[in-house]
């Protein structure tokens, strides 16, 4: 006889409840947001992924939403991800930016910051979020699930579709990639 897995772990039901949908966009859609903005880098795109992924999960799981793991909301997730970053690179490779990028805005220091300090660390944020973007996706999207989501190993392989061993391979060359990328930035990886 199989154990029940408790609810919102990554083999237990995220639902649990016959509430279904709204429990699931209430339990989950944080986490996914977090994960879709570290993913794209961008807040904006973010949202509206999150925002897709809940309309896509809608249709295709209707009333059995409270019998979904938050593994298949991540998979559904990196999905739209996915789908969306194709999309994204037919667009540039095809059509022309209608204005120039004239990149975001960066918020204010707060009172009391040390000026040199917030610069420092805006510049190791546009170079880690830099070194993310360029990571292969399966590196990328292990390293997001385990580091910004606090994932386990076997919850990640649950998303990925591959061993646990495969995860910790992938996590291991992301970590060494992003290392080596700050590092040939002037960054000090372990600092």
């Known amino acids: 006889m199989r154990d029940q897995a408790e609810p919102g772990t990554a083999a237990g039901p995220v639902g649990g409840t016959a509430a279904g949908f709204p429990v699931l966009v209430e339990r989950m859609a944080d986490r996914v947001y977090r994960y879709l903005r570290a993913w794209c880098g961008d ?18 799981v209707g009333s059995a939403a409270d019998r979904i793991s938050p593994a298949y909301v991540f998979v559904a997730a990196r999905n739209t991800a996915l789908s969306h970053h194709r999309k994204r690179r037919i667009e540039r490779r095809h059509l022309r930016p209608l204005e120039p990028s ?8 707060g009172r ?18 830099e070194a993310l ?3 292969p996706e399966e590196l990328r999207t292990v390293f997001l699930l385990s580091e910004v989501e606090g994932l386990r190993y076997r919850e990640i392989a649950d998303v990925m579709g591959c061993p646990p061993g495969t ?10 990639s992003l290392r ?3 590092a040939g930035r002037g960054f000090d990886p372990h600092a």
């Open 112 to 129: 009391g910051a040390d000026p040199a300090r917030t610069a420092e660390r805006a510049e190791l944020g546009r170079a880690l979020e």
């Open 180 to 182: 080596d990328a700050l």
């Open 167 to 176: 995860v910790a391979s992938r996590k291991f060359k992301a970590v060494k």
């Open 102 to 109: 004239d990149g975001a805005a960066q918020p204010a220091a």
């Open 43 to 60: 807040a904006e795109t973010a949202r509206d992924l999150t925002q897709e992924t809940f309309l896509n999960l809608a249709r295709t």
């Open 133 to 135: 973007a360029r990571l």
